[in-house]
């Protein structure tokens, strides 16, 4: 036996030899080609340390940071304060990696070198399950046309007709009334005991914009609102918190359990293609008729008098949903955190409101765009708060970046195909260095001041909460006005609103950061309503 052990040994020896040594010399030689057309290209950029091997501690790091809120303290903390610049470099799993929140680099990454950086194949092989092959996950001629296909949607016109707003707004101010959303849409409810009343604004933000997202898009609105438990809603919100650490596994991702994520996803394609099969019952003929003018026709029917196919028609609605509904819902939120902790910017807001409308008229979209103080409110929300606070893009050729290479991070920085570039907006959009000094008239940039708005404008890249360039959000215009519809009706009714959330987070609002940034403790608050 001892021979026959030997001989096994021997063997296993030679076998686990047989795959690492090729293995070895692969690694050697692609790292040393690597390094080649780095060097060809310019100089490395300040190197990230690490400590555990294949960078496994930015890894977990990144991972905990997302579960526990602290993505901007990480990417402060951890990416670029030891480095002493905004462009970083690591090897994470074998993978050269570059972060970088400079917005030369973001202008050259969005604008200006557009056709050196897209989603990439990484990127789509980790968003498929759940966005597959839509506006969000593409490149090239099938981004191209997904984004030509969904541009008629945010037409002027289209975004200019306020009914849908109005009609949930005041089931909304119904919800406020009673202090969460109403168990029906008949239930009585007293107006007045909104005052005082303290209640998560946030969550019903969240319902009132589904339930204008599914309405404007799929023609029927999901009245969450006036529906307590809503399993779509929900397992939307789990869909897009598991994906969002899936994504940040990397080359991980196939490690992550999935049996949640795939419980939910179920829940959310069960939802959407009840309405899809709905739209399939109309023949193309049907479809051309009601496009000329029908005042119901939506976003489902043009993507069904383009394409029948009921994979296509899910992921574009999938996508285009979480634009509409969690965007707006995040900022509205964001918004009302803040406006609950300075009474005297609700003061200034609600004399322009009242001076233009008065305290009933609802606004017409011409108002909407000309009420200074309003637009401020959100350009500031939006800079302290942008809506996709972290994103990504994929090198498609060897390139370089405009800043980032050489020992201080001042050289152009090589950036070779295939590598991922991670940028953030929330961190560019918090640098002090990019502001004016404080003093009397410019507020610290960490606080949170509308009036800096009426007589500073930051530079170009320096402030792009919707994305720049040739992928900036098709949908800004639209989510610009409903979040200005919303805050202007809430505040002609109200005359007050207050913060309870000093006593949750003392005054450090915890920002949670899955797709787009969200409380990640609600936002509780309290109205008044003006006397009459």
């Known amino acids: 036996m001892g021979l026959v052990e030997a001989i096994l040994t021997q063997a296993s020896v030679q076998t686990l030899l047989a795959f690492i040594v090729p293995y070895l010399v692969w690694h050697i030689i692609r790292r040393v080609d690597e390094h080649r057309r780095i060097k060809a290209l310019g100089n490395y950029g300040p190197k990230l340390r690490s400590y555990v091997p294949f960078g496994l501690d930015h890894l977990y790091g990144n991972i905990r940071a997302t579960i526990r809120d602290e993505n901007l303290e990480f990417w402060r903390n951890v990416l670029f304060y030891p480095a002493n610049s905004w462009t970083t470099e690591g090897r994470i799993l074998n993978t050269r990696v570059i972060f970088t929140a ?90 007045y005991r909104a005052n005082g009343r303290v209640l998560d604004i946030s969550d019903l933000f969240f319902r009132y914009t589904l339930d204008v997202a599914t309405e404007f898009l799929l023609g029927c609105d999901i009245k969450s609102l006036t529906t307590p438990i809503q399993p779509f809603a929900e397992a939307f919100n789990q869909v897009q918190h598991i994906q969002s650490i899936i994504a940040r596994t990397s080359k991980a991702r196939h490690l992550y359990p999935k049996y949640a994520f795939w419980r939910h996803l179920r829940v959310v394609h069960e939802f959407i293609d009840f309405y899809i099969e709905r739209a399939l019952r109309l023949s193309p003929e049907e479809l051309a008729a009601k496009s000329s003018g029908d005042h119901n026709y939506t976003f489902l029917h043009a993507l069904a008098g383009f394409n029948r196919d009921r994979i296509f028609l899910r992921d574009q609605i999938m996508s285009i949903l979480i634009a509409s509904r969690d ?190 940034l969200s409380p990640g403790q609600g936002v509780r608050v309290a109205f008044w309503e003006a006397k009459e």
């Open 102 to 191: 400079d917005p030369a680099n973001l202008k050259a990454i969005l604008a200006t070198q557009f056709s050196d950086f897209g989603k990439g194949k990484l990127f789509h092989d980790e968003w498929k399950d759940f966005l597959g092959d839509s506006i969000f996950t593409t490149d090239g001629a099938q981004w191209h046309a997904s984004r030509q296909l969904i541009r008629p949607l945010f037409t002027r016109d289209r975004i200019s007709d306020l009914r849908c707003f109005e009609s949930h707004m005041q089931t909304l101010l119904r919800a406020i009334a009673n202090g969460g959303p109403l168990e029906s849409e008949s239930q009585d409810v007293d107006m």
């Open 327 to 516: 965007t707006t819902a995040c900022i509205l939120s964001w918004a009302l955190y803040e406006l609950g902790r300075h009474p005297e910017a609700v003061t200034k807001l609600r004399a322009e409101l009242l001076e233009t409308l008065g305290p009933t008229r609802a606004p017409t979209y011409k108002d909407l765009k000309n009420m200074a103080y309003l637009k401020a409110v959100l350009s500031e929300t939006l800079r302290l708060y942008p809506a996709v606070p972290f994103n990504v893009r994929l090198a498609l050729k060897d390139t370089t970046l405009p800043t980032g290479g050489g020992p201080d991070g001042t050289e152009p920085l090589p950036v070779l195909k295939d590598t991922p570039v991670a940028y953030s907006t929330l961190v560019m959009q918090r640098r002090a260095d990019l502001y004016p000094p404080v003093s009397d008239k410019f507020a610290d940039p960490d606080v949170f001041s509308p009036d800096r708005w009426a007589h500073w404008h930051p530079k170009p890249h320096e402030y792009i909460p919707f994305n720049a360039g040739p992928r900036i959000c098709i949908g800004q215009q639209f989510a610009l006005t409903e979040m200005s519809y919303v805050i202007c009706r809430m505040f002609q009714r109200y005359e007050r609103v207050v913060s309870y959330m000093n006593e949750i987070d003392d005054g450090k609002p915890r920002l949670k950061a899955d797709i787009v």
